[in-house]
């Protein structure tokens, strides 16, 4: 008999670590990597939020680390590596932004928010490319946005679109480096999806009817519409697929 086609999306025995967990679209991806079997080591500041989920998921644990730590980006790397050994997969989701027209733009928040949104993903990868190169395996998943893919204006966010725009351009960077060494490095790009991140959105009618009128779908996202994409590149199912920017969008970026 054939083997089953959907056996490479299984992830039984894979570790993968996530961060932006306690919240939105990484809350989500723990469940649906948890789902397909991996034990997924989850990571944020609000680490009594992480720890509840993780009383839901045998075999998953909390660790708390802000992304723009350096220390802790190291301490989450050799915790994840002393409890499990090994690091299949890594999901850069943590992200922040703030909505502001770009004259009045401070220069500190337009820092902070790539730090966050494309520093820390690089530095973590980083740690991560160690135990991934030695064991000539590894799938990095890196959440992007349409923004960082098209402009947009109408809720003008300059920091949030350069750092998703470079992160946009470090997956392939990165995918084209370790392409042969066997790490894969995928994006996806989300459009509008209900979050902490864009509550102030999706309260304001002004704002859903806009999604509505500019997605070709009508309609904004709901978070399990990501697990698709996300099983896909994180799993065996992308085998010959590096340096990919999936957009999860309605339609978004087909106009
Ligand atoms: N929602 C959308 O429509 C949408 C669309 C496109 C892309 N995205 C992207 O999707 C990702 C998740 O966003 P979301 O919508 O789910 O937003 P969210 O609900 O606000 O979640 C953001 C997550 O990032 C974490 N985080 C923020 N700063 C951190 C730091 N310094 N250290 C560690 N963790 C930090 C937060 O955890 P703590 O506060 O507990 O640390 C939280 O878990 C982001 O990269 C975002 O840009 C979202």
């Known amino acids: 008999m054939a083997e089953d086609p959907i056996a490479r999306f299984r992830l039984d025995d894979r570790v993968a670590l996530v961060t932006g967990a306690s919240s939105g679209i990484g809350r989500s991806m723990v469940s649906a990597l948890a789902g397909a079997g991996a034990r997924v080591v989850m990571t944020a500041r609000r680490v009594e939020r992480l720890e509840e989920l993780a009383g839901t998921l045998p075999g998953s644990v909390a660790l708390r680390c802000d992304v723009t730590d350096d220390s802790d980006l190291e301490a989450l790397v050799t915790g994840t590596m002393e409890r499990f050994g090994r690091?299949?997969?890594?999901?850069?989701?943590?992200?922040?932004?703030?909505?502001?027209?770009?004259?009045?733009?401070?220069?500190?928040?337009?820092?902070?928010?790539?730090?966050?949104?494309?520093?820390?993903?690089?530095?973590?990868?980083?740690?991560?490319?160690g135990p991934m190169l030695e064991a000539g395996r590894g799938s990095i998943v890196n959440i992007v946005s349409v923004l960082g893919l098209r402009g947009v204006g109408q809720i003008p966010q300059a920091g949030y679109a350069a750092s998703k725009g470079g992160l946009v351009n470090l997956t392939r960077e990165l995918a084209a480096q370790w392409a042969r060494r066997g790490i894969r490095v995928n994006a996806i790009a989300p459009a509008w999806f209900p979050t902490e991140m864009t509550d102030e959105m999706f309260a304001d009618e002004g704002a859903r009817r806009w999604i509505r009128r500019r997605t070709p779908m009508g309609r904004p996202g709901e978070l399990d519409e990501l697990d698709g994409a996300l099983l896909f590149l994180a799993s065996d199912a992308s085998t010959y697929v590096t340096g990919q920017i999936l957009a999860v969008d309605g339609g978004w970026t087909a106009v």
């Open 87 to 129: 690091i299949d997969i890594l999901v850069n989701n943590a992200g922040i932004t703030e909505v502001t027209p770009a004259e009045t733009e401070p220069a500190d928040l337009f820092r902070s928010v790539v730090a966050v949104n494309l520093t820390a993903p690089f530095l973590l990868t980083k740690l991560v490319a």
